[in-house]
Structure formats: structure tokens, C-alpha cells
């Protein structure tokens, strides 16, 4: 079966430091992924997807970037840590569903929940 | 542009009642599939059940039901006999087939009170 683990649970930042999140998945192969921000009490914003190695789209201009090194890797950054960073931070993960990615649900990982101070 | 409306910031239902979290949506395409997920205090993102656009028939997965209204462009998620355990955010989402995954309500905080 497949798994996803996102790493670290959570993360006390300085502003100005770097960030490095991690995500890799298990038991899939060529995902797409993705990774999302909540804010307090809200919805969820994609930030980042991928569709295959190296391939990265980002939806929402900020201070972050995403990588995939490998087919189930998938890392947020940031050279400079904003205090507008912190939040609540998914990756996730699909494969296209019998009707196409309309039918793929998005499977979580348990977040990583990032504070800058 | 793909928008998801949840109108309940939260609601309160006692233990073994039915609840009926409300979900509209905005698509210009004829072909999407609408989510419900669960987000327990630990933050972990949980799906629950799906509907397709041309599915005729409501979709159900134990106690949840998805009450799809397609020309009211709503997505209810309907849940029996409500525990305990069932207290947590809900979230409507929905998908028009590309690879930048769902787009999400802001979802709807449930209680369940014993």
C-alpha cells in the first residue's frame, strides 16, 4: 500500500533562516504532487505540484520554492524565512483515477507546522 | 476559475443525530469531481468520499452520503448517526481533471456534543 511521510512535525524558524521541508512517498510510482499551506482556521493553498522529476509549477508568487530530486521526493524551501510563512504545511499525493485526475483524490501526509518567530 | 463555498463556520449536533454540511460550487466545466475530507485536532487531511459530475447516483461510503444537486451546483455531505469521533473540520473540494489538484472550501468546524 501506499504511505507518505512529511517531515519534520513541526518547526520553530527564526526570520531569516532557511527552510528545508521534506516529503517522500512509498508504495507509487510517478506521482503527482503537491504541497499545500493553511493558515489558522482556514482552507487550504496549493503552493507547488509536480508531475514528474525536475517538473514544478507554483501557483501562488511568494518566498518559498519546491524541488523533486527523485520520482517520490518532494522538498519545500526558502533561503529567507518571512514571518507570513507560518502555517500549517501538506504535501500530497495522486495517481490519475479510472476517469482521469478529475476522480484522483489527494492523499496527506501529516503536516508539518511551521512557526517563524 | 473553480470556487468552493462552505456557509458554516461551525455547527454543533448531538451524539446520533444526522448532520448535513453544505457545499456549493463554481465551474465553467462540464466534466469535475467534488471531495470531502475530514481534518481531525492533529491536522491529518482524511478523504472521505467522491462524486463525479456524470455519476447519477448519489455516492455513499458507510455513514457518508454525498447529496449532489448538479443544477443547484451543490455537494452536502450527509452524515448518520453522528459520533463522538466525528468532531472535526470538514472540507468541500473539487477537481475539473488537471494535474494542479483540488481546489477547497474553507470548511466547516463540527462539534459533536454527547
Known amino acids: 500500500s501506499q504511505t507518505i511521510h512529511q517531515w519534520p512535525a513541526t518547526l520553530v524558524q527564526p526570520v531569516g533562516s532557511p527552510l528545508s521541508l521534506e516529503c517522500t512517498v512509498e508504495?507509487?510510482?510517478?506521482?503527482?504532487l503537491y504541497w499545500y499551506r493553511q493558515a489558522a482556521g482556514r482552507g487550504l493553498q496549493l503552493l507547488f505540484y509536480?508531475?514528474?522529476?525536475?517538473?514544478i509549477s507554483s501557483e501562488v508568487p511568494q518566498n518559498l520554492s519546491a524541488s523533486r530530486p527523485q520520482d517520490r521526493q518532494f522538498i519545500l524551501s526558502s533561503k529567507k524565512l518571512l514571518l507570513s510563512d507560518s502555517g500549517f504545511y501538506l504535501c500530497?499525493?495522486?495517481?490519475?483515477?479510472?476517469?482521469?485526475?478529475?476522480?484522483?483524490?489527494?492523499?496527506f501526509g501529516n503536516g508539518t507546522r511551521l512557526t517563524v518567530t | 476559475a473553480q470556487k468552493i463555498t462552505q456557509t458554516q463556520p461551525g455547527m454543533f449536533v448531538q451524539e446520533k443525530e444526522a448532520v448535513t454540511l453544505d457545499c456549493t460550487y463554481d465551474?465553467?466545466?462540464?466534466?469535475?469531481?467534488l471531495f470531502w475530507y475530514k481534518q481531525p485536532s492533529s491536522g491529518e487531511m482524511i478523504f472521505l468520499i467522491y462524486?463525479?459530475?456524470?455519476?447519477?447516483q448519489n455516492a455513499t461510503e458507510g455513514r457518508y452520503s454525498l447529496n449532489f444537486q448538479k443544477a443547484r451546483k451543490s455537494a452536502n455531505l450527509v452524515i448518520s448517526a453522528s459520533q463522538l469521533g466525528d468532531s472535526a473540520m470538514y472540507f468541500c473540494?473539487?477537481?475539473?481533471?488537471?494535474?494542479?489538484?483540488?481546489?477547497f472550501g474553507k470548511g466547516t468546524h463540527l462539534i459533536i456534543q454527547p
Open positions: 508504495g507509487t510510482s510517478n506521482p503527482n
Open positions: 509536480s508531475v514528474g522529476i525536475g517538473q
Open positions: 500530497a499525493w495522486s495517481i490519475l483515477g479510472t476517469r482521469g485526475a478529475m476522480s484522483s483524490p489527494l492523499h
Open positions: 473540494a473539487m477537481s475539473a481533471g488537471g494535474a494542479d489538484g483540488l481546489t
Open positions: 462524486q463525479g459530475s456524470y455519476d447519477e
Open positions: 465551474t465553467s466545466d462540464q466534466s469535475y469531481g
